[in-house]
């Protein structure tokens, strides 16, 4: 299907006058095509800016994309993160990718799905991902097998520390370098500069303003004692503190979409480069969002409306609104679209080629239905509707609140929409865990590492997860030689892999022996090096967090397995185990050797 519309020129590179510089390097690229940058934001609200009227805060550098782009009033995500990218990334409603939960394998995205990635990639463009992926940890989920030339950050759902965590980059462990969305950004700059004279696509998925609140001393400083403006209008209990916390963290993104803006400015790359920002969902606390239900999880507005500010500097309109309904499938028809990039996919695509809204003020736009969906609970938005899951019905521009039920105004609606949320669910028959027979996948022919981390893994006896969100958790309290933790498996193809595990264990307790085994094959080592970590997090959060503590784990080589295609169960247990405690455990890291 094409969504190319001819009233883009897209060998037209820019039609101010240039210095000589800027002529020079527009003469040594002959490909016009327009870079991409995706900025997203992770449990940011719609009202955590200044642009959407918040005083609480200052993002003038956000601000400045809808100031000289074009804002979407009534964008739609998905009420949490992993479905939200997935659709983004597909233009795919996201039980259709099979997402169906934020962790523990339910995040993974069908690997036969077309990314936007892959799109780009197919047509000469440079790929690369920074940040947090929360859409499959293994190869073929990863981002390097989704089309991504460069990934550098952490494929799970959160993080447990933001000040030089362990990463990963093209699925070797590294350590980033201080605070965690100021690292990502340096690598895009990084890519910005290696790729400048190529057409580019650049997906920042920062981690922020997810918890753990972890914001930098000097933005704390500002927000610690200020003295909040607009408090939420949910809940007369709202979490000050936290309010803080995350404002905070969006000034932080602020400052970096500033610096990525001021490079492309550097490079003359602005002309040249479509930007986008938006969030993948509602605010994570009860606090300020124009006074609309729901937050972070909900279906309701609140929970799944969006900033969406696109600039395309000479090509689109500069602080043009656009009140037309959409929605996170539309980005890659749209983003196709502006780049000329096809095929589109082999599957169908939900999404809408946004760009008549873009260019053409009396574009006939039809009505339209979109649909929101986490936990059982469904609701649907047309242009002036909401249906919730309680099948209430609002009149959003007059009662963005949902305050007023117009049911018996409108039945005849009210029940088309039921009607539609009814069919939607049986088409696109979201998922769960009983029937997702999908195992985790181990070496994939194409990639040399691959991650087994806790997350995955489920313990046996009375091994412990360190905390009952399992993305960013270890398991702990192996006390018991009968105790075991298991992954199930998929070995895509033969091979021969060197085995690393990444533990902590005090000097008091070195000297276990531990097995990992598949079927017939095993390996086996002595645990002979101490390592006591404390754990990390706790100095820098500015408020008490939900999700695991971390620690400082180290890897051992256990030796090297010979692994055949096929599914299996693989599990760790203790050999010997001569004093109180095994070790704590979190991750195994596969090497293809061949």
């Not at 605070?179 to 997906?203: C, M, Q, S």
Request: hydrophobic share 35%; glycine share 8%.
């Amino acid at each position: 299907m094409k969504y190319f519309f001819p009233i883009l020129v897209l060998l037209v590179f820019s039609c101010k006058e240039k210095n000589a510089t800027d002529k020079q390097i527009a003469l040594n690229r002959d490909d016009k095509r327009p870079n991409i940058i995706l900025i997203l934001a992770d449990d940011q609200g719609w009202g955590d800016l200044s642009s959407s009227g918040n005083p609480n805060l200052e993002t003038p550098h956000i601000d400045a994309l809808a100031t000289y782009g074009i804002s979407f009033e009534n964008f739609y995500v998905q009420p949490v993160c992993s479905p939200t990218r997935a659709e983004i990334l597909t233009g795919r409603y996201f039980p259709r990718t099979g997402v169906y939960s934020t962790s523990s394998g339910g995040e993974r995205m069908n690997y036969d799905e077309t990314t936007l990635a892959e799109l780009f990639k197919d047509n000469g463009y440079k790929t690369a991902a920074y940040g947090k992926w929360h859409n499959g940890t293994q190869a073929p989920y990863h981002p390097n097998t989704q089309g991504f030339d460069e990934y550098y950050g952490f494929a799970s759902g959160h993080w447990g520390n933001y000040f030089s965590p362990m990463l990963e980059h093209n699925g070797k462990i590294v350590k980033g370098n201080g605070f965690l969305v100021d690292d990502l950004t340096d690598h895009g700059l990084e890519f910005i500069e290696k790729h400048k004279d190529n057409p580019f696509f650049l997906y920042l998925p920062f981690n922020t303003p997810h918890s753990p609140m972890q914001v930098l001393d000097s933005l704390w400083q500002k927000f610690e004692k200020k003295e909040l403006q607009l408090p939420s209008n949910q809940d007369a209990n709202e979490n000050q503190m936290f309010t803080k916390a995350a404002l905070a963290l969006v000034e932080n993104i602020d400052y970096n979409v500033g610096r990525l803006m001021a490079r492309l400015r550097k490079l003359y790359l602005e002309d040249n480069t479509i930007v986008i920002y938006l969030s993948d969902n509602g605010p994570n606390s009860l606090r300020w969002n124009g006074g609309m239900r729901g937050k972070k999880g909900s279906t309701d507005e609140g929970g799944v409306r969006s900033p969406l500010y696109i600039q395309w500097t000479n090509f689109l309109d500069e602080g043009k609104k656009i009140n037309q309904i959409a929605s996170a499938v539309d980005l890659l028809p749209t983003l196709a679209s502006l780049a000329d990039v096809y095929p589109i996919t082999a599957k169908p695509i939900d999404g809408k080629n946004l760009a008549p809204l873009l260019f053409d003020e009396n574009q006939n736009w039809k009505d339209r239905v979109i649909y929101n969906h986490w936990n059982g609970k469904t609701s649907l938005r047309t242009q002036e509707f909401r249906l919730d899951d309680d099948n209430r019905l609002y009149h959003i521009p007059s009662d963005r609140g949902q305050t007023n039920d117009v049911s018996e105004k409108y039945p005849g609606k009210r029940d088309s929409l039921v009607l539609m949320k009814n069919e939607w669910l049986s088409m696109v028959e979201p998922k769960n865990k009983t029937n997702d027979e999908r195992s985790f996948t181990l070496g994939h022919p194409e990639q040399i590492f691959t991650h087994l981390p806790a997350r995955d893994g489920l313990p046996h006896g009375k091994i412990k997860r360190s905390n009952k969100y399992p993305n960013d958790s270890y398991f702990t309290n192996w006390k018991n030689i009968k105790d075991s933790i298991s992954w199930d498996v998929e070995i895509l193809a033969d091979g021969k892999f060197e085995v690393e595990l990444y533990y902590t264990c005090p000097e008091e307790n070195i000297g276990s022996i531990v097995e990992l085994s598949l079927g017939d094959s095993k390996i086996a080592k002595k645990i002979t090096k101490a390592h006591d970590s404390k754990l990390i997090g706790k100095k820098m959060d500015r408020v008490p967090r939900m999700e695991s503590y971390v620690k400082d784990f180290i890897p051992m080589k256990l030796g090297a397995m010979v692994l055949k295609e096929g599914k299996g169960t693989l599990t760790l247990k203790a050999l010997e185990k001569p004093k109180l405690e095994v070790a704590d455990i979190r991750l195994l890291v596969f090497k293809r050797l061949n």
